[in-house]
């Protein structure tokens, strides 16, 4: 099925600990985003991708890197978990054209504990 | 300030009640406005769009901009209980490379 493919959906870590958070998508979309969802936040862009090898910092970048080698790939690491990373993550994806008319097609999330 | 202003609730109506979501922005280069939904432990989905000035309907939705208010509605007729869901405001930053999105208003519907 065509869209936005995140894994894992669940994940439980503990402090310090690093992991990927895997996104892909088959639309051959240029546009890529992380975004994290707290309560009373709101969704909160963490690092975004206009095409591959090209990545830059959203709002709350601190803790996280991201790369994009291939234009249907961009994952999203923790290099050093901490509580304050629990939170819904979800990434996104449009095109060029498309982003300021229509917006993102979404992942359905990963939710991420730290403890 | 934040780019994107938006009332998180919640906001509970009866079933059949007319619902007024609203957002504030202070960036007048904004120029293209969105509305999510986003139901329980599913990711958002886009519900409309609109660009520059006015109204547009979609069946029992109607999106609104003032763009000299700077200022954004979505109002929801003959509200359902399938209604009740999280919905969020957005629209892309200047570059068009990203959206910014408002914190969401939680809305229940009951029968």
């Known amino acids: 099925n065509a869209g936005v493919t995140q894994t894992p959906k669940f994940q439980v870590l503990k402090t310090g600990q690093s992991m990927t958070l895997q996104c892909a998508q088959d639309m051959n979309h240029e546009y890529m985003s992380w975004y994290r969802q707290d309560p009373g936040m709101g969704l909160r862009l963490i690092h975004y991708?206009?095409?591959?090898?090209?990545?830059d910092q959203g709002e709350v970048p601190n803790g996280y890197n991201v790369s994009r080698s291939t234009t249907e790939d961009f994952p999203l690491r923790l290099l050093s978990a901490a509580p304050s990373q629990t939170s819904v993550y979800f990434c996104?994806?449009?095109?060029?054209?498309?982003?300021?008319?229509?917006?993102?097609?979404f992942g359905s999330g990963t939710r991420l504990t730290v403890v | 300030q934040k780019e994107v202003e938006q009332d998180p609730g919640p906001l509970s109506v009866p079933e059949g009640a007319i619902v007024s979501l609203n957002c504030t922005y202070s960036?007048?280069?904004?120029?293209?406005f969105m509305w999510y939904r986003q139901y329980s432990r599913k990711g958002p989905e886009l519900l409309m769009y609109t660009y520059s000035s006015g109204n547009k309907e979609d069946g029992r939705f109607t999106a609104q901009v003032d763009k000299s208010s700077k200022y954004i509605s979505l109002f929801i007729r003959d509200s359902q209980p399938s209604d009740s869901a999280t919905y969020l405001c957005a629209m892309a930053n200047q570059a068009g490379t990203a959206l910014i999105f408002g914190k969401g208003t939680t809305l229940s519907v009951s029968s």
């Open positions: 996104a994806s449009s095109t060029s054209s498309s982003l300021r008319h229509y917006g993102y097609t």
């Open positions: 960036n007048s280069a904004f120029q293209y």
């Open positions: 991708s206009v095409g591959a090898g090209i990545t």
